[in-house]
């Protein structure tokens, strides 16, 4: 059984502008006064989800929601072939967290990312460690060159056929640079192309995301609406061939920078899409941060990923408050 809080609704929200002709998304719930948290979502391109504010106590924590860039209810959608992608970049995502966190009036905050989340989460607290209270990740990625080859070629041992299916449907070879032949096609003039592409991305997305064990069906790309898709196979390709504009191993490389800063990593054993092993390296080089290895896959949908999500980010709220129940049923 999952332990979240129970369901609530946000009490403001609004679309701010972030120039190059961007307004994002954002949303606040829970206790106007409290300690304020930061969602960064996964991705990149998938949006934020109602769900993730019951990861809050909502008497103890300010819960912003924030669609990233051409993401979720953000303006324009990546989805769309006319948005321009030349500014939607980590680095642009990172100062459009730092302009929300401004126009809100919020001095520090915690921040919890989930898979591609962790990626901007570790970027924007190393761009601006004296904004960050603490850090929570589940499913720990840094977005390196060796991550994106391991998932989009290394990962073709286990499912061989898939994979073929994968390359076959942009016309790839086994040694072309399949994620760049997904980025040009996803960006097609036919919509046939583009809508093909993006279920191929989709299905392979699914098949590595369930390797080692279930996932939750709403975590699944290819159950989530056509729009959804497009925007996440269009960001991602696009995101993976640049190595989301962050030098090789920086994040981790730089994770000194996060010392005064006590997060907690979250990730599965058998998370064959995403091995421990980069949770586990970050671990090493930041001062301070618990890494707790999760039996199976440890998908951040999945009830025991959530209860421990939950559980940890309550944890930060006990620090200042010693009344703390933790996670309601």
Known sequence: MTSLFPPIEPYASGMLDVGDGNLVHWETSGNPDGKPALVVHDGPGAGTRPEQRRLFDPDRYRIVLLDQRGSGRS???????ATAMRHNKTWTLADDVERLREHLGIEQW?????????????????AHPERV???????????RRAETDWTYRGLNRFFPGEWQEFLDAVGAGPYDDVVRAYE???????????????????????TVGTA??????????????????????????????SGAWIGEGALIRDAAKLAKI??????????LANPPVTAWELAQEWPG?????????????????????????S???????????????
């Open 262 to 271: 006590p997060g907690i990593l979250l990730h599965g054993r058998l998370d």
């Open 75 to 81: 303006t324009p959608s990546a989805a769309d072939p």
């Open 315 to 329: 944890r930060f709220a006990m620090a200042s408050s010693t009344d703390h129940a933790g996670p309601r049923t």
């Open 289 to 313: 941060a618990e890494l707790r290895i999760i039996d199976g896959p440890g998908d951040p949908a999945s009830d025991e990923s959530l209860t421990l999500a939950a559980e940890s980010i």
């Open 110 to 126: 915690l921040l919890y990312g989930e898979g591609w989340g962790s990626t901007l989460a570790l970027a924007y607290a190393e």
């Open 133 to 143: 209270t603490e850090i929570v990740l589940s499913r720990v990625t840094t977005s």
């Open 184 to 206: 040009r096609l996803t960006q097609d003039e036919s919509p046939a192309v583009r809508e093909r592409a993006v279920r191929a991305w989709s299905r392979w997305h699914d």
């Open 212 to 241: 080692g064990g279930t996932r939750q069906e709403a975590a699944l790309l290819g159950e989530r609406p056509p729009t959804e898709q497009t925007a996440v196979a269009r960001t991602s390709a696009r995101y993976h061939t």
